[in-house]
């Protein structure tokens, strides 16, 4: 579970505002940022409600951060979503040194809060404090309190709450916490709230029997909707589903789009899914493309350019290549 990253901020972006502006607009063309901050500082100054926070937010996302921390220390004792936002600065170390503790502190006044309108920000401060927990950032190190933290903010389908069902369906998984049965239960809660992460590791585990009943069929399903979407490690999968029933054509076309893509932070970034499972996704996608090519399965032998892949496939991650390198000495692949 390592690289678990902090929910992504719960709160409709300032941009949102700006249909206010645009209905008034002499022009088809999108209001400029500096037409957007004064039409926000007008409101503030008139105390419209949220008009504060929208401005500080507007700041944030324009990376101004002194000018939206000076903002949302002005009111996060009066808004929540301010308060959140500056837990985040301050465990992130976004445009302020990092103080985890502070950061902890705010996102525990936020855990805490009884406000049911505040759904959303509860159940994402409490996964962050899970991900605290779990990792030992500013507290210490307790599975058990991150277990704790992570069901009660799973227990709903907003953001913060889909990403606690996905951490729990990776916890269950591990070995120090192996449950597969709850493993499984929880990606399959994730999968139909739309984690993409979780599509891909309840494939794996309908493939492998892992926690549930053995099904191909639903295995498949999940990666190639995941694929889609994609997610590189249902990706793999398919890869080496391709090869295996010696669907080359679809193996080689498939692998040669996803060992293209070296920006595994940047997809990490944009899927959400963890940088550990694209490796791993990525590794396979090489290996499997370097036999085709090798063979001259489903495209024109090379060689030359197999020892590069098996090279490359290496370098992302070696415990799948040795697995694999196993699998073809026996003969499986």
């Known amino acids: 579970m ?10 409709v972006s300032t941009t949102k505002t700006v249909s206010d502006i645009l209905s008034n607009h002499d022009s088809d063309s999108e209001p400029q940022t500096d037409e957007v901050e ?9 105390n419209y409600p949220q008009a504060l926070f929208q401005l500080g937010h507007f700041y944030f ?8 921390k000076i903002i949302f220390e002005r009111i996060h004792d009066k808004d929540y979503q301010a308060k959140y936002l500056l837990a985040v600065m301050h465990y992130d170390g976004i445009g302020t040194d990092e103080n985890y503790e502070l950061g902890i502190q705010y996102m525990r006044e936020i855990a805490t809060a009884k406000n049911k ?3 959303n920000l509860i159940a994402s401060a409490k996964y962050n404090l899970g991900r605290a927990y779990f990792q030992g950032f500013g507290v210490k190190q307790s599975n058990e309190k ?29 070995e120090e916490n192996v449950d597969l ?5 929880w990606h399959k809660i994730a999968t139909a709230n739309g984690s993409l992460e979780s599509q891909g590791a309840l494939g794996a585990m309908y493939w492998k029997g892992q926690g549930t009943k053995q099904n191909v069929e639903a295995a498949l399903n999940c990666f190639k909707q995941a694929s889609e979407r994609g997610n590189v490690y249902a990706q793999g999968c398919l890869v080496a589903h391709y090869y295996t029933r010696k669907l080359y054509k679809r ?8 060992t293209t893509n070296d920006g595994i932070f940047e997809t990490a970034r944009s899927t959400d899914c963890l940088p550990s499972y694209i ?3 990525m590794a396979m996608s090489c290996f499997y493309y370097a036999r085709c090519l090798q063979n001259g399965l489903g495209a024109t032998r090379d060689t030359s350019e197999a020892k590069k892949l098996y090279s490359k496939a290496c370098k992302y991650d070696l415990d799948v290549v040795a697995a694999l390198q196993q699998d073809m000495t026996f003969g499986f692949i």
Request: no cysteine.
């Open 2 to 11: 390592e690289g678990i990253g902090s929910e992504p901020i719960p709160i």
């Open 38 to 46: 004064e039409y926000l500082k007008e409101r503030a100054e008139h």
């Open 61 to 68: 996302e324009q990376e101004r951060y002194a000018e939206a």
């Open 117 to 119: 309108g505040m759904s």
């Open 146 to 174: 991150a277990e704790k933290l992570w069901i009660q903010a799973a227990q709903g389908d907003d953001e913060g709450s889909v990403k606690a069902q996905a951490a729990l369906g990776l916890f269950y998984s591990q």
């Open 181 to 185: 049965e709850k493993a499984f239960y």
């Open 251 to 258: 193996a080689v076309e498939l692998a040669k789009t996803v």
């Open 279 to 281: 490796i791993k996704g």
